[in-house]
């Protein structure tokens, strides 16, 4: 079974759980939409475990994005330098991002050895910006946020990944005219898309919204691709 969650945002208990009610096994495949970082309590204790699975596919999130920015090996690097040599807009936006939740994160990843700190930055310099899976004659598109600049004719490898994790999506706007196309997508909170305002996946004008707001106390979801079923773990 192919199974996509999003938004895990540190809240490893939540996310063992899940895997746990949907019988995760070595024969499943796990899609994860981005932002396993940052708000929880347990940040790199989830990248941890999803680097240590063969079976999962990992989509940038705009979190993850800002942690590599911020304290990757390729980025900044910031873990390993005195925060006064650095440039004052590089620090301002650091303590935005760390006030934006990036502080349990920040202090978790200084933490780790250096071996580990390059497991966890190998694993996300190695994440896709989308992914398309076909099944049952549908296609789904896999992206954290949304698809920005969007334009039916406009292949996705020719979009930016920026595109994909940053801008929300217009759920009230069909993207793909074809009926069989579905965008999926974490990032916006489905409590603000959803007219019931229930943390619940939102379906509708070919979107599937993921983000139940677990960190936030709603829900961790889990969509089956293959069956449309959704599994859900609710925030203590």
């Not at 900044?76 to 939740?101: N, Q, S, V």
């Not at 946020?145 to 999506?169: C, H, V």
């Not at 990032?187 to 939102?202: E, Q, S």
Request: with cysteine; net charge negative; charged share 30%.
């Amino acid at each position: 079974m192919k199974y996509v969650i999003s938004d895990i945002h540190g809240c490893y208990r939540e996310y063992l759980a899940l895997l746990d009610k949907i019988h995760f096994s070595a024969d499943d495949w796990l899609y994860v939409l981005g932002d396993a970082a940052d708000r929880g309590p347990e940040p790199i204790k989830v990248f941890q475990d999803l680097l240590s699975r063969k079976n999962i596919t990992y989509i940038l999130g705009n979190h993850d994005y800002m942690f590599l920015y911020f304290l990757g090996r390729k980025g900044l690097d910031l873990a390993d330098k005195y925060l006064e040599d650095c440039d004052p807009e590089d620090i301002t936006d650091f303590r935005m991002w760390l006030e934006d939740g990036g502080i349990t994160t920040a202090r978790q990843f200084m933490k780790l050895p250096q071996k580990e700190r390059i497991a966890v930055n190998e694993f996300l310099e190695k994440a896709k910006s989308y992914e398309v899976i076909k099944e049952n004659e549908k296609t789904y598109i896999l992206v954290h946020a949304g698809i920005s600049n969007f334009s039916e004719d406009k292949p996705l490898e020719n979009y930016d990944f920026i595109d994909f994790i940053d801008n929300r999506t217009d759920y009230e706007k069909r993207y793909y005219s074809d009926p069989n196309i579905f965008v999926i997508t974490g990032h916006t909170p489905t409590i603000y898309i959803r007219k019931d305002h229930l943390p619940k996946i939102y379906c509708g004008n070919g979107h599937i919204a993921i983000d139940c707001g677990c960190v936030f106390g709603g829900r961790l979801a889990a969509y089956a691709i293959e069956t449309g079923d959704v599994t859900y773990i609710t925030s203590p």
